[in-house]
């Protein structure tokens, strides 16, 4: 069984660590881990740590640190543009993706994206898919935790600008297939995920005249929840990560 992953702000420098605050009171209080366990500590930005309890103080652990190590970040970067969606289907693909290696997510407000994300409950919103995706890592052992982009969210308008030939459209007439599509070895490839409603014509005319290319998985239609998921899953395979 793997080590359980707690977040910290900075890795220790020295033999000994105190993992406190909400991170020690989940590993004393609700994984209950005891002295002599082991447990690993990540910083999110690939610094990584294997740590022994030394001893538990209430909702804090005493840790006495084994080893250090950093994970590089896996090139090309894969970043994707997720259509803003309704309800909590969002937060499930943020959670999904995760797991299965994005390293970056864009909180995308399409044309036909239901919710919006206006004032403080956009920022609110964009709050949850950074905790979420935070919570997703540690229980994918990652050392890296994908960012979450946008102020909150990002316009089409400026997702545009981030495309180029390396870019990617998940859109169900297109007629090249992502499994079979050429990919770059370095730099990123950012994948344009609709919402629940698609990406309408004009979306698709602005991203294909940044460079992007229309790609498709396979003949059935997807939930936007789902899409990205599976994309990234034909990725990691292709780029060697999995």
């Given at each position: 069984m793997s080590l359980p992953l707690f977040l910290v702000g900075e890795l220790p420098s020295g033999d000994e660590f105190t993992l406190d605050g909400p991170e020690g009171?989940?590993?004393?209080?609700?994984?209950?881990?005891r002295e002599g366990e082991e447990l690993l500590l990540a910083d999110g930005r690939g610094g990584m740590?294997?740590?022994?309890?030394?001893?538990?103080?209430?909702?804090?652990l005493l840790l006495s640190l084994i080893s250090r190590g950093y994970a590089a970040r896996p090139e090309p970067v894969l970043t994707v543009a997720q259509g803003i969606a309704k309800g909590d289907r969002g937060e499930l693909a943020v959670q999904a993706m995760t797991e299965t290696g994005v390293d970056e997510i864009l909180p995308w407000a399409a044309a036909r994206s239901v919710a919006q994300w206006?004032?403080?409950?956009?920022?609110?919103?964009?709050?949850?898919?950074?905790a979420t995706a935070r919570e997703a890592a540690k229980q994918a052992r990652r050392a890296w935790v994908p960012v979450i982009g946008g102020e909150p969210d990002v316009s089409t308008k400026a997702l545009a600008k981030r495309l180029d030939?390396?870019?990617?459209?998940?859109?169900?007439?297109?007629?090249e297939k992502l499994s079979t599509v050429e990919l770059p070895a370095s730099g990123e490839i950012v994948i344009?995920?609709?919402?629940?409603g698609g990406i309408d014509d004009t979306e698709l005319a602005a991203f294909q005249a940044a460079g992007a290319r229309a790609?498709?998985?396979?003949?059935?239609?997807?939930?936007?929840?789902?899409?990205g998921v599976a994309a990234l899953s034909v990725l990691a395979v292709r780029l060697g990560r999995w």
């Open positions: 009171r989940h590993a004393a209080t609700v994984q209950r881990l740590a294997q740590a022994r309890v030394k001893a538990v103080a209430g909702a804090s206006r004032g403080d409950r956009g920022f609110k919103s964009r709050d949850r898919w950074v030939a390396n870019s990617l459209i998940l859109h169900e007439e297109a007629g344009v995920i609709g919402p629940e790609v498709r998985l396979g003949d059935s239609v997807l939930r936007t929840s789902t899409a």
